[in-house]
Nanobody, 123 residues
């Protein structure tokens, strides 16, 4: 499956953005989906994950209720709603697919990765 993230941009601290991840090539119904982020020179960081049906989600500790992952399998897309953004959220965000069951947050459990989208939060 090919993935393409979009929706990034420049926003003020406290603002919101909604990232989209559109899939092509295969349906995402078969995959758990995740969002990660990575700043230059740093390790990839787990943002959140949603299971195949969309019924179960999990988030990184830093999210603290600010972000919500959802999916629309009919549209072959996954979304990341980010509220109350902070300057430290500034980085590139990636979506990825996984066949690994359970609540994994390891980037190595995700096989296909899309091109990222830049999020910049100004103070």
């Amino acid at each position: 499956v090919q993935l393409q993230a979009s929706g990034g941009g420049l926003v003020q601290s406290g603002g919101s953005l909604r990232l989209s991840c559109e899939a092509s090539g295969r349906t995402i119904r078969s995959y758990h989906m995740g969002w990660f982020r990575q700043a230059p020179g740093k390790e990839r960081e787990f943002v959140g994950r949603i299971n195949r049906s969309g019924a179960v989600t999990g988030y990184g500790d830093f999210v603290k209720g600010r972000f919500t992952i959802s999916r629309n399998n009919a549209k072959n897309a996954v979304y990341l709603q980010m509220n109350n953004l902070k300057p430290e959220d500034t980085t590139v965000y990636y979506c990825a697919s996984s066949n690994v069951a359970g609540h994994t947050s390891r980037s190595t459990d995700f096989g296909s990765w899309g091109q990222g989208t830049q999020v910049t939060v100004s103070s």
